[in-house]
């Protein structure tokens, strides 16, 4: 075969495999280098595989969807995804958390929260609801990279109390914010890719492109750019009192405006919503004008719409 014809099918093959990886995000200890990330051991998908804290690669064991309200890694078993799992749905401090048949168990439901006061302003929390225990109870876990055994490499994640410390703080890394909608499917974007303050943020066909991809990082969700090295952030609404506030793109500073939290449920909506806090206004696609071929995000108040149901991948 001629050099060039081979070349070509390669080229084609990689394209074809770049066609058929989808998008997920890393989940990421907010630490300095070197990076570790929430990881599947050696890639297996048997349910009860150990999930540890490893050296960051991107590799499909580090990839995860958020969908209703679950962490879901890689594989499948009987037709079912697979999550993030607290064994034996326990709420004991040191529980360890592997990769399960996802089953919309308690142990399985995770919020990502930001620390809004004390000397960890800034961090983010995965809390978990392990012991069937949910919000205010004693069983609130958070995921915690440090405590468990060395397994495979890696130190194998648990649940302890909440003490929103360095090995509980975490970043959702190059994730696309997508309406749970059937296709096509709209995620979160940044108009046109312009970093100016004030750019509008819309609802828009899901490209995989740099004005698609966002940081969670200490409650706050990062976009493309940045000004006198600050990034820019998704940018809501202060209060309660200015629900149907236009979302846009402006430099993080860390106001109540820029404050998100990721939940599983809201006025029983059945997938993850984006609530402001303290406003307590949710991420809508519905109600803003038309921009950019999108229409604009606003901030309304929380109703389990379809409009406001999003998944993180």
């Known amino acids: 075969m001629k050099p060039y014809r081979t070349f070509l099918l390669l080229a084609l093959s990689f394209l074809l495999i770049r066609a058929n990886q989808g998008h997920a995000s890393q989940l990421q200890l907010s630490s300095n280098a070197p990076y570790l990330c929430a990881a599947v051991e050696g890639g297996d998908t048997a349910n009860g595989t150990p999930v540890l804290a490893y050296s960051c690669s991107g590799s ?10 679950q962490l879901q890694g890689i594989g499948t078993a009987n037709g079912e995804s697979m999550c993030l799992d607290v064994q034996g749905n326990s709420g004991v401090s040191g529980t360890l958390v592997d990769l399960y048949q996802c089953n919309g168990g308690l142990n ?6 930001p620390v809004i006061a004390g000397p960890n302003k800034g961090h983010a929390v995965v809390m978990a609801f392990g012991g069937g225990v949910g919000p205010g109870g004693t069983s609130v876990v958070c995921l915690d990279s440090s405590g468990g055994p060395s397994v495979g ?16 703080n975490w970043i959702m890394r190059r994730m696309e914010i997508e309406q749970n909608t059937s296709a096509p499917h709209f995620c979160v974007a940044d108009e046109a890719s312009k970093t100016a303050n004030g750019t509008p943020v819309i609802a828009y066909s899901c490209s995989g492109a740099f004005n698609d991809e966002w940081n969670l990082n200490g409650g706050q969700i990062e976009g493309i750019g940045s000004e006198n090295g600050t990034s820019k952030c998704l940018t809501g609404a202060d209060s309660s009192s200015e629900a149907g506030t236009l979302v846009t793109l402006s430099n993080c500073n860390g106001s109540p405006s820029q404050h998100w939290w990721v ?3 809201v006025s029983g909506s059945p997938n993850g919503v984006i609530m402001g806090y303290p406003s307590g206004l949710c991420l809508d696609s519905s109600g803003g ?11 309304n108040e929380c109703n389990g719409a379809t409009s406001q149901n999003w998944n993180l991948h």
């Open 108 to 113: 399985q439901q995770w919020w990502i929260l």
């Open 153 to 168: 490499g890696g130190t194998q994640l648990v649940t302890n109390d909440c003490t929103n410390g360095g090995s509980q």
């Open 263 to 265: 939940v599983n449920s």
């Open 60 to 69: 499909f064991g580090q990839q995860w969807n958020y969908v209703n309200g």
């Open 289 to 299: 004008p038309k921009v950019g071929g999108g229409t604009q995000l606003a901030v």
